[in-house]
């Protein structure tokens, strides 16, 4: 496999970044590890998988957590992480986030501290989260303040949702590839910004929040996708990112569906190809009748 034969997972548009941005590294690290296996028919044969890492999150030198990740964009992934656990509530809080795969670690420097930190990481909340799998306490009490302005304004139609969908099952992707990962991306209607791929739907949405945050792009025209189920926590993110339309190759939980309902957001699941449920926000979704 060549370089260009390689899947993308992370691809965005170019956009430019905010003045006060923290400053970001860039490291990059193999996407992809190739292993020998042996198939049904007893023939050995090579087969690529993710390259899945552990990677320590150090806030002005104090251990936070360790996420595990295929780290496409790891800087993106800490800063979003930071901001969608309401660690810090703004990008301009953090001075700079440095990835150093050697030592397995990132190292958060911030502008002026982080406020109660030991308060606010004291209580954690167990969760459905691949390559996570807690939120904070105090996340979790945020949700009764959590709106969403501007969310009657925003609307999608049966086009664009189909677009969408075609554009994933088209995309060459680690998954199609070597499978073991989630995809999640941001649309402006039919028009891709940006696409992740990660170990866990949680890495990879806060990914995206992070490139948001960076450039500094309003969520309320814009419409969410991942391959993941749409749990209270991934619908609890988008709505912290401001996106009030979400759709998801896989189901909803009970949960996910009551917080839409009560944000006001719209939600689609079960949606791959030409097929989907709208399971909330109905009077935002343009429909186009079958044709018999």
């Known amino acids: 496999m060549t370089d260009d034969d390689a899947p993308l997972a992370y691809d965005a548009r170019p956009m430019p970044r905010r003045p006060d941005a923290p400053r970001l590294s860039r490291a990059a690290s193999p996407l992809l590890r190739r292993i020998e296996i042996v198939d049904q028919h007893g023939e050995r044969r090579p087969i690529d998988i993710p390259a899945e890492r552990p990677m320590t999150v150090f806030v002005d030198r104090r251990e936070l957590v360790t996420l595990m990740t295929l780290g496409a964009s790891p800087e993106l992934l800490v800063l979003g992480y930071l901001l969608n656990q309401g660690l810090v509530d703004d ?32 209580r954690r909340v167990v969760t459905t989260g691949c390559g996570q799998g807690t939120v904070y306490g105090d996340t979790m009490a945020q949700v009764g303040a959590l709106r969403l302005p501007g969310v009657a304004a925003a609307r999608i139609d049966q ?134």
């Open 91 to 122: 990008a301009a809080e953090i001075d700079g986030i440095d990835v150093d795969w050697d030592v397995d670690a990132a190292a958060v420097k911030t502008r002026g501290g982080i406020a109660k930190l030991a308060e606010k990481t004291a």
């Open 159 to 292: 086009a664009t949702l189909t677009s969408i969908l075609e554009q994933m099952r088209q995309r060459h992707s680690v998954h199609k590839q070597a499978g073991s990962v989630h995809g999640c991306a941001l649309y402006r209607g039919a028009e891709l910004l940006v696409f992740v791929e990660d170990v866990g739907r949680h890495n990879a949405i806060d990914t995206i929040a992070g490139w948001m945050a960076v450039h500094a792009v309003d969520g309320g025209d814009k419409i969410f996708y991942t391959t993941g189920r749409l749990t209270s926590e991934m619908v609890m993110k988008a709505a912290k990112m401001g996106v009030p339309i979400i759709a998801s190759r896989n189901g909803v939980t009970a949960m996910g569906h009551e917080l839409a309902e009560r944000l006001g957001m719209t939600l689609f699941g079960r949606a791959a190809n030409k097929h989907f449920l709208c399971y909330t926000g109905f009077e935002r979704f343009d429909a186009v009748a079958a044709v018999l």
